[in-house]
């Protein structure tokens, strides 16, 4: 029994080696889908302050909504509206730069964590972090849903 026994336990600590070491091996994530690479890069346009880089991204009939509590407010309704918004706000030296912190896809909807930073005008560095769902549309930003900011 004894003998069996060791024959038995060499082949199982083998497996058990080899279970240890693949834990350890880095397994790539999957590539970021087409509307988490459109995403990602309207943010990187958005920081670069490169309005038509923006442009391209965006759908004719843009929509950007922002959600607090039951109320829905419209901040864009179509793409001269929220070219016209962003115009002014990049010119603000308010401006943040953006970036996202975690993601979800889910068909044509991306969800995402987006940490926005700024200084204020006394020169501290400031940050909130707020959910937004973008939806696509042909490869498009169609609408994007921002629910409120935590600071």
């Known amino acids: 029994m004894f003998r069996a026994g060791r024959q038995l336990a060499e082949p199982i600590a083998a497996l058990a080696a080899f279970a240890s070491l693949s834990a350890c091996v880095h397994t790539p994530q999957a590539a970021p889908t087409s509307e988490l690479t459109t995403a990602l890069a309207y943010v990187d346009a958005y920081n670069a302050r490169d309005l038509e880089?923006?442009?391209?991204?965006?759908?004719?009939?843009?929509?950007?909504l922002s959600i607090s509590g039951e109320k829905v407010e419209v901040f864009a309704n179509g793409k001269a509206d929220l070219t016209a918004q962003m115009r002014e706000y990049?010119?603000?030296p308010m401006a943040t730069r953006s970036e996202i912190d975690g993601d979800v896809t889910d068909g044509r909807f991306v969800a995402v964590r987006e940490i926005a930073r700024w200084t204020d005008k006394d020169g501290a560095e400031r940050s909130q972090s707020a959910l937004a769902v973008y939806e696509f549309e042909n490869g498009l930003v169609r609408r994007v849903w921002y629910y409120p900011a935590s600071k």
């Open 90 to 92: 990049m010119a603000s």
């Open 53 to 64: 880089a923006m442009l391209k991204l965006m759908h004719a009939d843009v929509q950007w």
